[in-house]
């Protein structure tokens, strides 16, 4: 292995030095001393340093021995090699010299640098010190120099006021003549003569300006007037600007003066010492300010109920102060001006805010709501205002903030509809409290052409809905909708109410606190009511409306028939009450009296029938149904027991006999013999009828048949009246009941029995369950 030492001079030569030459124990130094005196560093005096000075020397030499002596003891191991010692030896001598001769010329090289750097530094320090003493120098003639300005500091003084006054002199005759011209420029103002005015205050400046620069920028006292004579100036302008379309009218030469002197002010650069004066903006915005007062002042806005009137005038004087823009104001001012188009936005927003101030005040009334809404979406934009084609494409305002935001008309149309509702029920009110006034009349109802009952209640409440729908539909579909929903919530709270007052007016008249003489007939025109607002319902039913709109009101309309006939049939139970009371009796199986009272009182009861229009035949047949079921309750109360054949055949006569005289009845009253549920008493006939017990199961199987809803009881207390059907026979009957076929159902047949309670009468009225319960 062998290990060399790198140097690299300045000359980038490298030296090396091999192993041989640090073990050849030759005494010669590897470098002169002088040179190796120069490289280690001097160390100053009465310092110590443990071990050598360099370190990394020491370290480099150890290891370049170390080498060496494994790199000998491998090449002189055997004893052969040691005839070449001394080959080896004249090598490494040759190898010795050269070295040496390498690291003095290095060494020679960096001595020659250093020896030239000394010598420039040297040059260096030589100039520094010159440049020194020159600046020292300097020093000392700039202190005097100042010493000597400050000598002449009073001279220089006096110079400048020397030229102060040489001005002066030369522009006195002018100045002098400031006063008056600042007066007369006044005037000028005044008199509304703008360009002269301008002229002369112009002058006025312009010899301020040529003042300035001499005097230093002082001001003189005779020139302090003329901001606020410029002042006063752009003020006239405004108020030219403000009345542009007056003047238009009227002086057309001055708001063209006021033009002028707006622009030529605009095109200026503002003097010395002078703040910018914006005219032109100036100008514009009081033509802005003078529409809005002359339109929207406070003073102009309009009060509770005025509003529609004061939305006419807006819509005959908006179109006229744009026409007169067009042919007169935009004329007399530059086209960049764009007067049309500055009008027609400047009077948008001006009655938008105006609007605004509107909509935060007091609550608008239902015809100030309406009359806002209709005016803003229709007549506002529409071929009479601002969509006319006459007034030109400039003149549009549709691509502006709309006149009402959606908040806006969400807000108006509530107002509208609440206002209307809140009008609504105090007329409904009171056609409900006049209906109602007449109830307790001695008279009969009033009548129609056609003889049936009438009432103007129904078209009035009708009407009075219907128009509001109609007026809601003339804004937006949004405010039909809202009034529409209101219209048939307000209905139906009225049927409510109209329900509530019938109850009342039966229960009072039943209780005797307020008999009422024509108590039947005023339910029966209360049933033309129900039929006149059930049939004219659907004109509250605008176009595009849902289909099942009308849903709730008409489900509320057929519980007023319903509840109206049931108080119709309870009157007539009330007066039927004491004759089905003796029934069946003694008296009833001898006699038709009783039935001749029924049918009597029924035929009385129902003679103004024909008066009611389109439910009579169904009251009718609710009537004939109600008769029937009290003579079935009264013949399940046990009160009867035949004793024999003789008065079951007296009964089963009875039963046919009263079944022919109901049909008869209600044949002449009107009613379809196929609506007639009398044929009941025929099927009980045939049960009282039969001589044999032991077949009374088919019979009752039979019974069955014809009416599925009967059930043991019934048939047991019909049992009952028979009086001579034993345990055993009873017993086979009701099982027959229950083993027979299963009934068939026929069309059109309604529930009997079930609505009759047996063995025992509750102490309710039996009333039917059908379109009238």
Not at 465 to 494: K, W
Not at 530 to 544: E, R
Not at 626 to 643: D, I, T
Request: glycine share 6%; charged share 20%.
């Amino acid at each position: 292995m062998t290990t060399v030492l790198v140097l690299r001079p300045k000359e980038n030569q490298a030296l090396a030095v091999t192993p041989e030459k640090l073990s050849s124990g030759s005494s010669r130094p590897s470098m002169d001393s002088v040179a190796k005196d120069q490289m280690q560093p001097v160390l100053p005096p009465g310092s110590s340093c443990p071990g050598p000075e360099w370190p990394e020397q020491e370290r480099a030499e150890q290891l370049a021995r170390g080498a060496a002596l494994k790199w000998a003891s491998g090449i002189f191991y055997r004893p052969e090699q040691l005839a070449r010692l001394g080959q080896y030896r004249s090598r490494e001598m040759q190898r010795t010299c050269s070295l040496e001769a390498r690291i003095k010329s290095a060494v020679q090289s960096y001595l020659e640098g250093v020896q030239t750097g000394m010598w420039q530094l040297s040059r260096a320090l030589e100039a520094v010190q010159g440049t020194r003493e020159a600046l020292s120098q300097a020093h000392g003639l700039l202190q005097d120099m100042a010493q000597v300005s400050q000598t002449l500091e009073p001279l220089r003084e006096q110079v400048s006021q020397h030229k102060q006054l040489q001005v002066l002199s030369q522009l006195l005759p002018r100045l002098q003549a400031v006063p008056a011209a600042v007066v007369h420029t006044q005037s000028l103002i005044d008199a509304q003569r703008l360009l002269e005015a301008y002229v002369s205050l112009r002058e006025l400046e312009q010899l301020q300006e040529e003042t300035w620069a001499p005097l230093g920028g002082l001001e003189l006292p005779v020139f302090q007037g003329l901001g606020l004579l410029a002042e006063a100036l752009g003020q006239a302008v405004e108020a030219a600007a403000g009345a542009a379309g007056q003047l238009a009218r009227e002086n057309p030469a001055l708001l063209v003066a006021a033009v002028r002197v707006a622009e030529v002010e605009a095109g200026r650069a503002p003097g010395t010492g002078q703040a910018p004066r914006d005219w032109r903006q100036r100008f514009l915005r009081a033509l802005q300010e003078g529409l809005q007062q002359t339109h929207f002042a406070p003073p102009l806005l309009p009060g509770p109920g005025a509003l529609a009137g004061w939305l006419e005038a807006l819509r005959v004087a908006l179109p006229a102060e744009l026409a007169t823009a067009e042919a007169l104001v935009a004329p007399c001012c530059p086209p960049h001006y764009n007067v049309v188009q500055l009008w027609a936005h400047t009077l948008h927003s001006g009655l938008r805010r105006c609007l605004q101030q509107l909509l935060a005040g007091p609550v608008l009334g239902a015809a100030d709501a309406f009359a806002l809404l209709h005016w803003a979406l229709h007549v506002y934009l529409g071929q009479e205002m601002m969509g006319g084609l006459e007034l030109g494409p400039e003149a549009d305002v549709s691509q502006l903030e709309p006149l009402l935001a959606l908040e806006d008309i969400e807000q108006l149309e509530a107002t509208f509809v609440a206002q209307v509702q809140a009008n609504v029920i105090p007329w409904m009110q009171k056609a409900l409290d006049g209906e109602v006034a007449e109830w307790h009349r001695e008279q009969e109802p009033n009548t129609d052409l056609a003889g049936f009952y009438h009432s103007p209640m129904p078209a009035i409440v009708l009407q009075i809905l219907d128009e509001n729908i109609r007026v809601s539909s003339l804004v937006s579909e949004s405010l039909q909708r809202r009034v529409h929903s209101m219209a048939l919530s307000e209905l139906g709270v009225f049927l409510r109410s109209f329900s509530d007052a019938l109850i009342r007016f039966s229960r009072d008249h039943l209780r005797g606190e307020a008999t009422a003489p024509q108590y039947v007939s005023y339910l029966l025109a209360a049933l033309n009511h129900q039929s006149a607002l059930s049939s004219s319902v659907s004109v509250l039913q605008p176009d595009g409306a849902a289909p099942g709109a009308l849903a709730p009101v008409e489900a509320a309309l057929d519980e007023l028939q319903r509840r109206i006939c049931r108080l119709v049939l309870e009157a007539l139970l009330v007066e039927l009450q004491p004759l089905f009371a003796a029934l069946p009796s003694r008296q009833w199986l001898s006699s038709s009296e009783l039935l001749d009272g029924v049918c009597e009182r029924t035929a009385r009861f129902c003679r103004d029938f024909w008066r009611v229009r389109n439910p009579a035949v169904q009251l009718l047949a609710e009537v004939e149904r109600a008769v029937v079921l009290q003579y079935l309750r009264a013949l399940m109360q046990g009160r009867l027991v035949c004793r024999g054949a003789e008065q079951r055949a007296q009964a089963a006569e009875r039963l046919q006999h009263d079944a022919a005289q109901l049909r008869e009845l209600f044949l002449g009253l009107g009613l379809e013999e196929s609506a007639h549920c009398a044929p009941v008493l025929l099927a009980l006939r045939e049960l009282l009828s039969l001589r044999d017990p032991a077949l009374l199961g088919l019979e009752v199987a039979g019974l069955r048949q014809q009416f599925p809803d009967v059930s043991e009881d019934h048939v047991s207390a019909l049992l009952d009246l028979r009086g001579d059907v034993s345990r055993e026979q009873r017993q086979a009957a009701l099982s027959s009941l229950q083993a027979g076929p299963p009934p068939s159902s026929p069309t059109g047949r309604r529930a009997l029995f079930s609505l009759v309670p047996a063995p025992t009468p509750s102490a309710s009225s039996c009333l039917p369950s059908g379109p009238c319960a």
